[in-house]
């Protein structure tokens, strides 16, 4: 089965701390892994995904197949990266899957 | 310029009364997608259309339907809502198949009364 598990609900730091938000995966074919995030009353929308293997906002993230990982970092969380964070999974050639884990919420404080 | 419009934002039903919910896009993508997120849930998806051909998702209730007449609009149908069947949904579109950025609408809650 295929799955998408981020096996934190909720994470405080301090402003200034580095941040990772961890995600795993169980997937048996290709994946093609995103972030997306949601700002308080704001819509769900892409933070960045594994292969354009960009920096958005400061944060990063790094596929690990060994680990089937796809943990989401920042060196220095802000007080505006306060939000919910969902990992998501595509299944490359077989696009009608796409999963995403129960999200992270992010508390940055001041 | 809103993107992904859903309507209403907030809809009431009865149990076992019909209800409707609309989305809308002005990116002229060829995917739409519903999903149904309950509280501290991952979004689910339910089923989605690529233009005309519609994919449901193997868990997806009969009680959800789904309708695109055009390539700008979809609807989500509840033939008979249960209490079970409160939550976000959510309406979202990409321009192709795996790999392509969803764009997400603001979602509709559903309370069942």
């Known amino acids: 089965a295929q799955r998408v598990t981020q096996p934190e609900k909720l994470l405080s730091v301090f402003k200034g701390a580095p941040v990772e938000l961890k995600c795993n995966y169980s997937?048996?074919?290709?994946?093609?892994l995103f972030w997306y995030v949601q700002y308080s009353r704001q819509r769900l929308q892409l933070l960045l995904r594994h292969i354009s293997r960009e920096s958005i906002k400061g944060f990063t993230a790094d596929l690990n197949k060994g680990e089937t990982s796809f943990h989401l970092k920042k060196p220095f969380a802000q007080e505006e990266d306060s939000a919910m964070y969902y990992c998501a999974l595509s299944g490359l050639g077989n696009f009608n899957k796409f999963y995403f884990g129960s999200g992270t919420k992010l508390n940055v404080k001041p | 310029d809103a993107m992904v419009i859903q309507n209403p934002r907030y809809q009431v039903t009865q149990f076992g009364k019909p209800v409707t919910l609309s989305c809308s896009q002005t990116l002229n993508h060829n995917v739409m997608y519903w999903y149904q997120q309950k509280s501290s849930q991952a979004p689910k998806l339910l089923f989605h259309y690529y233009d005309k051909d519609f994919n449901n998702e193997a868990d997806t209730p009969d009680n959800f339907q789904s309708r695109r007449p055009n390539t700008s609009f979809c609807f989500l149908d509840i033939r008979s809502p249960g209490l079970g069947d409160a939550a976000m949904y959510l309406c979202?579109?990409?321009?192709?198949?795996?790999?392509?950025?969803?764009?997400f609408g603001p979602g509709t809650r559903l309370t069942v009364t």
């Open positions: 997937y048996s074919g290709s994946p093609e």
């Open positions: 979202a579109t990409s321009r192709g198949a795996s790999g392509y950025e969803q764009y």
